[in-house]
T-cell receptor, first 113, second 112 residues
């Protein structure tokens, strides 16, 4: 049973470009959470999705960031017109239901030059 | 300030000793989870303890929860060099979406 998959593991973008981060949850999990971790800090919640629905996006920056979890395929976190401050590790987690264990992927480390 | 705050921020012990890390939080919770993160890697889930539970064990790990004090502790017994990592507690802060609020973590170094 494969764990949570994220790709790419490392992503380098220049300022102004777009970054697309993908997350495939564990088999049987329909709940996906995205978190961001800045260097030497804990993780910060960004968005919570179920299939085709955004449930809670209270941690998402109001501009440039969007997320989706289509009926088919992985969840996507999209960052438009990246800036240096977007450089961070982005983690996806999945769970089978709302208040159960969240299992994390290996993360995508985004570097904005 | 953080919903979850770990204490101490850093801990250095010898192999074989026990390591205790504490976590305090501010609001009511449904559950509290502990995670381990090795440098530059993803998070590994250790234990979930629900608000109506007081103690849980998993191998060399023991987690306690005191909801009256809004605190939890993680005890690692007979530590090994491989336990060297950062440890985070995370609560759902009573949310109805299950989103986790993480503390800053405790960095544990176990010397061989």
């Amino acid at each position: 049973n494969a764990g949570v998959m994220q790709n790419p593991r490392h992503l380098v973008r220049r300022r102004g470009q777009e970054a697309r981060l993908r997350c495939s949850p564990m088999k049987g999990h329909s709940h996906v959470y995205w978190y961001r971790q800045l260097p030497e800090e804990g993780l910060k919640f960004m968005v919570y999705l179920q299939k085709e629905n955004i449930i809670d996006e209270s941690g998402m920056p109001k501009e440039r960031f969007s997320a989706e979890f289509p009926k088919e395929g992985p969840s996507i976190l999209r960052i438009q017109q990246v800036v240096r401050g977007d450089s961070a590790a982005y983690f996806c987690a999945s769970s089978p239901e709302t208040w159960s264990e969240q299992f994390f992927g290996p993360g995508t480390r985004l570097t904005v030059l | 300030s953080q919903q979850g705050e770990e204490d101490p921020q850093a801990l250095s012990i010898q192999e074989g000793e026990n390591a205790t890390m504490n976590c305090s939080y501010k609001t009511s919770i449904n559950n509290l989870q502990w995670y381990r993160q090795n440098s530059g890697r993803g998070l590994v889930h250790l234990i979930l303890i629900r608000s109506n539970e007081r103690e849980k064990h998993s191998g060399r790990l023991r987690v306690t929860l005191d909801t009256s004090k809004k605190s939890s502790s993680l005890l690692i017994t007979a530590s090994r060099a491989a336990d060297t990592a950062s440890y985070f507690c995370a609560t759902d802060a009573g949310s109805n979406t299950g989103k986790l609020i993480f503390g800053q973590g405790t960095t544990l170094q176990v010397k061989p």
